[in-house]
């Protein structure tokens, strides 16, 4: 079945560093991706998305490119702020937009 | 973008009573509602997922007679736990979708349900 690997952290930055969150996957035909964003005591927000190879999604500064031949949606932002500390989930949805599978989820902690 | 609403926020409640949960879209209408869980720090678990008009699926070792699902309009679906005990506590998310059959397009979340069993 479908699935999604990502880097499960801690992972600690200092305000304004680099960010990546490393996500591969795997599924048959052409999956759509999803990052989302949960904040402490909230739910789920999307964050971006992409639905077919070679596109790029982007947020508020974050940016992931859908690269089938790697199937990896690998998320990055340039200059990360305290405000972006959060748990990241990368997800994915079949064809038809059912079977939606979670990876576990990277926590970022960012300080100041 | 469509939002998703869930009440209540945060429910407290003693064992061997029941907890319903609603999900309401609020500005759009769902043809397919799902429910997740979550437990602490660690990511998302479909238990079922809920057509309009019609019986939840439930996912492979979640109770179909512990966890009732009602979908009874479009826009509204509850999650029910009966007979609750302190390993039901957790976090509860739902989520709905618009499509036709069967072809969903984006599934908007709601906050979440923190549910704590005394």
Redesign the interface.
Known sequence: GNSVTQMEGPVTLSEEAFLTINCTYTATGYPSLFW?VQYP??????LL?ATKADDKGSNKGFEATYRKETTSFHLEKGSVQVSDSAVY?CAL?DN???N?V????T?LSVLP | GAVVSQHPSRVICKSGTSVKIECRSLDFQATTMFWYRQFPKKSLMLMATSNEGSKATYEQGVEKDKFLINHASLTLSTLTVTSAHPEDSSFYICSAATGLAGVYNEQFFGPGTRLTVL
């Open positions: 989302y005591g909230e739910g789920l927000q999307l998305k989930f949805t038809y937009g059912q939606f979670f990876g576990p989820g926590r």
